[in-house]
């Protein structure tokens, strides 16, 4: 996979990414706000040698120095000190937790020790501090004194007493925050890359073309620029394909694509032909609101007998169609489209009509687009890109069996939120 690839994932898995992030810089500031505020307090600290006077003897006692001070910076945090410091303060900690708050450095090849204590409290901080030092200064002169009353080896001078911190130390919310982004970031990508490709929706028509044994006639993106001049470019290549006086479509996805239908109808009746829109969709799903008329009784009706196809028609005077709803259909309806009166419909819409166009229902709904099939010059199906699987469409096209089939529209619409954006209901 090249950068490009990677790109598209993102755009496709945008949601998860930033859900991902959001998740992790949350979880980063509620950890950063469980951290107690600490305040450090440091006093430095110089080690020096009793030595002679000569260069040499100074030489030879920063070198003894820096040796002692390894050994120095461990016994600042020893348990000894820890219970001097909360005997001489009156501490009510445990020696484990003193010793926590003690840090002790020294600077590479240097005779400084740098004596830092961490507390929630400022002045404790500081207090400890500079108890710490006193002791560690007394435990050394104890340490370094070999002969009772004789002046210690080594000697540890203050040369910075510790002061009231102003400013905390921790916890440090701008780093947490980071690191939240950069985890989120880091897990957000990898769970969209495994959302990816572990989902077998057709996301592009190319996708789609793979499973399909006819070819694409058209990729109309619904509510996008150009969708209109791909409805007629689909137009004229139905044309192109011989007669196109009777068109039926149904759907290879679990809905209906009623908005498809509905537009390749108003594309051929804008060249001034006369064209009948047939709802013959017993599934229910999908439908638009343009099928809806109370005025007519619809193809339901009409196949029981009880009313004539003249009195079911309607007009659709935004477009320029004459609509057939599917009324008040019952589980006698689907029965009745495989029969000789829904033959006989067809065959009297077509010496009035132009183009007779049929909305059925989804393949995997109802078995209804396969009864009626034979009866159309041209028959459609569509598939919805983003949603439909290749596994619904392979078991679509099993299903429709050796039923004529001219082609596949490719059909996308956006996201609800998208919708909303742009203003569609």
């Not at 193809?299 to 320029?320: D, P």
Request: charged content about 20%.
């Amino acid at each position: 996979m090249g950068l490009i690839d990677y790109w598209h994932i993102a755009r496709r898995r945008w949601l998860i990414i930033a859900g991902v992030l959001l998740v992790c810089v949350l979880a980063a500031a509620g950890y950063a706000q469980s951290l107690p505020t600490t305040y450090a307090a440091s006093s430095s600290m110089y080690v020096s040698m009793a030595t002679g006077t000569s260069v040499n003897d100074s030489y030879q006692g920063g070198l003894a120095a820096q040796q002692r001070v390894r050994s120095y910076v461990d016994l600042a945090a020893s348990a000894t000190l820890a219970k001097r410091t909360i005997d001489d303060l009156g501490l009510k900690m445990s020696i484990g937790d003193v010793q926590g708050k003690i840090t002790a450095t020294s600077p590479p090849a240097t005779t400084m020790i740098i004596i830092t204590v961490n507390d929630s409290n400022p002045v404790r901080a500081r207090d400890i501090a500079n108890t710490v030092v006193a002791q560690f200064r007394r435990l050394i002169g104890e340490l370094e004194t070999i002969e009772v009353g004789a002046a210690p080896a080594a000697r540890v001078e203050v040369i910075d007493r510790a002061e009231v911190p102003t400013e905390p130390t921790g916890p440090q919310n701008t780093r947490l925050l980071a690191l939240g982004v950069l985890a989120g970031l880091g897990l957000g990508c990898l769970a969209a890359y495994t959302r990816d490709r572990t989902d077998r929706r057709l996301r592009t028509s190319n996708d789609l073309e793979a499973v399909l044994p006819v070819p694409i006639l058209a990729i109309i993106d619904s509510g996008r620029p150009g969708a209109d001049d791909e409805t007629r470019r689909l137009r004229t290549r139905l044309l192109r394909k011989g007669e196109a006086a009777t068109i039926m479509l149904t759907s290879l996805s679990a809905k209906s694509e009623s908005e498809v239908t509905m537009a390749l109808a108003k594309a051929f009746a804008d060249t001034g032909r006369h064209v009948v829109l047939i709802d013959a969709d017993t599934s229910h799903a999908g439908r638009s609101q343009p099928y809806n008329s109370e005025q007519s009784p619809g193809l339901a009706r009409v196949l029981r007998g009880s009313a004539q196809v003249s009195e079911a028609l309607t007009w659709w005077q935004q477009t320029g169609v004459t609509v057939l709803p599917l009324g008040d259909a019952d589980p006698q309806t689907s029965d009745l489209l495989a029969s000789d009166r829904f033959s006989a419909v067809i065959a009297k819409l077509r010496t009035d009509f132009d183009h007779v166009i049929v909305q059925a229902a989804p393949i995997t709904h109802a078995a209804d687009a396969i009864a009626i099939a034979p009866l159309f010059e041209q028959t459609l199906a569509v598939a919805q890109l983003g949603t439909t699987s290749s596994a619904q469409v392979r078991g679509a096209l099993a299903t429709y069996g050796d039923a004529p089939l001219t082609g596949v529209v490719a059909h996308s619409v956006p996201s609800s939120w998208l919708q909303r954006l742009m203003g569609r209901p």
